[in-house]
T-cell receptor
Framework: GQQVMQIPQYQHVQEGEDFTTYCNSS?????IQWYKQRPGGHPVFLIQ?????EVKKQKRLTFQFGEAKKNSSLHITATQTTDVGTYFC??????????FGQGTTLQVKP | DSGVTQTPKHLITATGQRVTLRCSPR?????VYWYQQSLDQGLQFLIQ???????AKGNILERFSAQQFPDLHSELNLSSLELGDSALYFC?????????????FGSGTRLTVV
């Protein structure tokens, strides 16, 4: 069935350093959505990527969808302590259900 | 407040018992999704309802069942509970299926089975 692999599982960075999480699939992804879950919180929708090769930016966050639609990445420039949390990618299906990757937990040292 | 309401927030119960988790979707949303989040399993899709009908099923155990009522709220029933069922259970809603605005998650119900 659908499976989305996400790496790394954990990442510790110094405040101001960059951070990237990668999402990979052996099959073509339909659309990719990205979510952020703060510690003790619930997942919050960040963005959806639909087109092959698509790149979208939200302030310091850059989201990319691979040309073959088999991978995606989220890059954060100059991390801040407010970026702490777990970032999930999720593949959507035609029914709307989302299959989530395992998530990357980001810790930022001030 | 995300607009998706889940009750109760916390639940502690004994093995073998049955519990019901409740979810009210965001106003106007027709789809409701249930997810289980445990430390080592990430967010596992359980089941999806759209406008009262079951739309998709994931790795939901036979001991678990769900339904969506005419007013669109949904309930997840967990029976014959085991220690391994301890987890965070999230409900999410969306307007339809596959649209671009993503899911809106509730704050979850933390279930502890002792």
């Amino acid at each position: 069935g659908q499976q989305v692999m996400q790496i790394p599982q954990y990442q510790h960075v110094q405040e101001g350093e960059d951070f990237t999480t990668y999402c990979n699939s052996s099959t073509t992804l339909s659309n990719i959505q990205w979510y952020k879950q703060r510690p003790g919180g619930h997942p919050v929708f960040l963005i959806q990527l639909v087109k092959s090769g698509e790149v979208k930016k939200q302030k310091r966050l850059t989201f990319q969808f691979g040309e073959a639609k088999k991978n995606s990445s989220l890059h954060i420039t100059a991390t801040q302590t407010t970026d702490v949390g777990t970032y999930f990618c999720a593949d959507s299906s035609n029914t709307g259900k989302l299959i989530f990757g395992q998530g990357t937990t980001l810790q930022v040292k001030p | 407040d995300s607009g998706v309401t889940q009750t109760p927030k916390h639940l502690i119960t004994a093995t073998g018992q049955r519990v019901t988790l409740r979810c009210s979707p965001r106003s106007g949303d027709l789809s409701v999704y249930w997810y289980q989040q445990s430390l080592d399993q990430g967010l596992q899709f359980l089941i999806q309802y759209y406008n009262g009908e079951e739309r998709a099923k994931g790795n939901i155990l036979e001991r678990f069942s769900a339904q969506q009522f005419p007013d669109l709220h949904s309930e997840l029933n967990l029976s014959s509970l085991e220690l391994g069922d301890s987890a965070l259970y999230f409900c999410a809603s969306s307007v339809g299926t596959g649209e671009i605005y993503g899911y809106t998650f509730g704050s979850g119900t933390r279930l502890t089975v002792v």
